[in-house]
T-cell receptor, first 116, second 112 residues
Framework: SAVISQKPSRDICQRGTSLTIQCQVD?????MFWYRQQPGQSLTLIATANQGSEATYESGFVIDKFPISRPNLTFSTLTVSNMSPEDSSIYLC?????????????FGPGTRLTVL | GQNIDQPTEMTATEGAIVQINCTYQTSGFNGLFWYQQHAGEAPTFLSYNVLDGLEEKGRFSSFLSRSKGYSYLLLKELQMKDSASYLCAVNRVAAAGNKLTFGGGTRVLVKP
């Protein structure tokens, strides 16, 4: 299975600032995904990041607020811009892995963000 | 749009069986996942069903009926460590590739 790491694991930020979250995978993957999990809630897909093209954003999420980079097949970043307390959440990166018998999607450990 | 429903919370006794139901409405259905998530941790993969029927993996089994838009996760011989949230997620085909939409999660509490 794919091994995914994220940096930072957690951060406390001031309102109005921006934070860039990094996601590193131990193998080349075509599709990477960014999710948000607000306190006590389930996961919500923010965007899909494919290498060599612009990210595709879900309804309610825009590039100006959550710019994404995908410079190669093992790495992606998500920036949370102009943060407000409502952005306090866990941000998770995930990848699809077709090498096993199942069409699995693996998750990174998440980045816990608190905005004051 | 997509609509995925699962119970918010369930309580069961150690050694017992619990069944978590998930109903969904979606277009472009391409399979259904179940994930386990312990508090403060990332979701971990449990099962993937794309065809109708029951898939068994040790103490955990997952069932899918595509015609009914229905799945369940069956946890047998419950252990205290099974206390966690269980997330049902529908995989759907979209223009940019497959996408997962998650239900709200079911918090399972296993009591001694």
């Amino acid at each position: 299975s794919a091994v995914i790491s994220q940096k930072p694991s957690r951060d406390i930020c001031q309102r109005g600032t921006s934070l860039t979250i990094q996601c590193q995978v131990d193998s080349q993957v075509t599709m990477m995904f960014w999710y948000r999990q607000q306190p006590g809630q389930s996961l919500t897909l923010i965007a899909t990041a494919n290498q060599g093209s612009e990210a595709t954003y879900e309804s309610g999420f825009v590039i100006d607020k959550f710019p994404i980079s995908r410079p190669n097949l093992t790495f992606s970043t998500l920036t949370v811009s102009n943060m407000s307390p409502e952005d306090s959440s866990i941000y998770l990166c995930s990848v699809e892995d077709y090498r096993g018998l199942d069409n699995e999607q693996f998750f990174g450990p998440g980045t816990r963000l608190t905005v004051l | 749009g997509q609509n995925i429903d699962q119970p918010t919370e369930m309580t069961a006794t150690e050694g017992a069986i619990v069944q978590i139901n998930c109903t969904y409405q979606t277009s472009g259905f391409n399979g259904l996942f179940w994930y386990q998530q312990h508090a403060g941790e990332a979701p971990t993969f449990l099962s993937y069903n794309v065809l109708d029927g029951l898939e068994e993996k040790g103490r955990f089994s997952s069932f899918l009926s595509r015609s009914k838009g229905y799945s369940y996760l069956l946890l047998k011989e419950l252990q205290m460590k099974d206390s966690a949230s269980y997330l049902c997620a529908v995989n759907r085909v979209a223009a940019a590739g497959n996408k997962l939409t998650f239900g709200g999660g079911t918090r399972v509490l296993v009591k001694p």
